[in-house]
């Protein structure tokens, strides 16, 4: 079984139901890319501080963001090969890597955008998700379709629209 290990750098940091959000978007790209092998991240719900200080650590980028995903494999999109990744040696778990969301700002886009906070934590969950699974949308073409066509076919899995 696959899991979601979600930790808050502040008590009290988010909506109650922010882990489970977390959790089960997290299953779902599991399921939708038919990966069965367990697998586990950790997931660290913080703040725009928070993040523009590990964002600046790990990335020279001196800015905060809404969520940022640290691979632990290389991995191709859609070609899953559990026999190339990290393996946790107690859990037998495939260790994808890390996922920093920043809750605040969640708060901020759902209602930017308009679609409230439970489309917004569970869409950068998704996000994060793909892109520790090989996914990546650093140019304008078939990259960037890629990863948009695998983020919707997830958010219509968890029936949740824009």
């Known amino acids: 079984m696959s899991t979601v290990t979600v930790t808050r750098d502040r008590p009290g940091l988010g909506r109650p139901e922010t882990a489970g959000l977390v959790k089960k978007a997290f299953l779902?790209?599991?399921?939708?890319?038919?990966i069965t092998a367990p697998c586990h991240v950790d997931a660290l719900l913080t703040d725009d501080e928070g993040?523009?200080?590990?964002?600046?650590?790990?990335?020279g980028?001196?800015?905060?963001?809404d969520v940022l995903s640290f691979p632990m494999n290389d991995l191709t999109?859609?070609?899953f090969d559990p026999d190339i990744c990290e393996t946790d040696l107690d859990t037998?778990?495939?260790m994808l890597g890390d996922m920093?969301?920043?809750?605040?700002?969640?708060?901020?886009?759902?209602?930017?955008y308009g679609h409230?906070?439970?489309?917004?934590?569970s869409y950068l969950a998704v996000h994060s998700t793909l892109h520790l699974l090989g996914y990546d949308h650093l140019d304008e073409g078939p990259r960037k379709a890629q990863?948009?066509?695998?983020?919707?076919?997830?958010?219509?899995?968890?029936n949740i629209s824009r």
């Open 51 to 59: 993040i523009h200080a590990i964002n600046l650590e790990h990335r």
């Open 92 to 94: 037998g778990e495939i």
């Open 116 to 121: 409230g906070y439970r489309r917004e934590v």
């Open 147 to 158: 990863m948009r066509g695998r983020e919707d076919a997830v958010m219509e899995k968890l």
């Open 100 to 112: 920093v969301v920043d809750i605040p700002r969640c708060e901020a886009q759902g209602e930017e």
């Open 61 to 65: 980028v001196d800015a905060p963001t």
């Open 77 to 79: 999109p859609g070609e």
């Open 28 to 34: 779902a790209v599991l399921e939708e890319e038919g």
